[in-house]
């Protein structure tokens, strides 16, 4: 193959598109930390920071109609999704202009437009709202898909253990993301779960 045709190819291109989202998400995140350090931020801002190829990955390989349910750390989710960074911004400085009107903050960011569904910031709620969104899809005949990401700390809480049951039960079009960054906000996992993969060891038993 010519140099030239490798330039073009639609691999490299595929592959220039998710690290462009990547810096873009990174220096995103980046900004909004300068931007609560500086109190312009309100109320609390959870970063993602190094867990950029999650949300860019994904977002590459999802259809425009499917759907995408984020924890608190959900910046990341909602601007890889194509969410402009300005509506964002906003909403995160409380801004009329912002994603929800000012209203939501950080962890609360939803564009239906663009498939986001939320980003939540009760820990493990919103797996089996992906579920039910899941289940929509498989009533109304659509081939639309619930991507739920969630971290350490869901895998200890009831509704992470009820969504993968009904998921796995009724065989639901969702997939469970394990977003692993080895704490559950303030605790390391190894120090409150008794096993290494909190998510994968447990997903056996309900048949995933």
Not at 39 to 64: D, R, W, Y
Not at 104 to 125: F, N, R, W
Not at 137 to 149: H, I, K, L, P, S
Not at 166 to 174: D, E, Q
Request: negative net charge.
């Amino acid at each position: 193959m010519a140099s030239t045709d490798v330039a073009t190819s639609p691999e490299r291109s595929h592959k220039l598109a998710l690290y462009r989202s990547q810096v873009e998400l990174r220096q995103f995140e980046n900004r909004a930390y300068d931007l609560f350090l500086e109190n312009f931020v309100k109320g609390t801002s959870h970063l993602a920071v190094g867990q950029e190829a999650i949300a860019a990955g994904f977002a590459k390989a999802m259809a425009p109609t499917d759907w995408t349910f984020a924890t608190y750390r959900g910046h990341d989710h909602t601007l890889a999704r194509g969410v402009p960074m300005t509506a964002v911004f906003a909403e995160l400085m409380g801004r009329t202009n912002g994603l929800m009107a000012g209203k939501g903050g950080s962890m609360h960011l939803t564009s239906v437009e663009h498939g986001v569904m939320g980003s939540y910031a009760i820990i493990g709620a919103h797996l089996p709202i992906a579920c039910g969104a899941a289940s929509s899809a498989v009533y109304r005949g659509t081939d639309q898909v619930a991507v739920c990401f969630f971290g350490d700390g869901s895998t200890n809480i009831g509704a992470f253990h009820d969504a993968l049951n009904l998921a796995a039960v009724w065989k639901l079009p969702v997939v469970f993301v394990y977003e692993n960054n080895l704490w559950m906000e303030y605790a390391r996992t190894s120090e409150v779960t008794p096993i290494f993969n909190s998510a994968a060891d447990r997903a056996s038993a309900y048949g995933l």
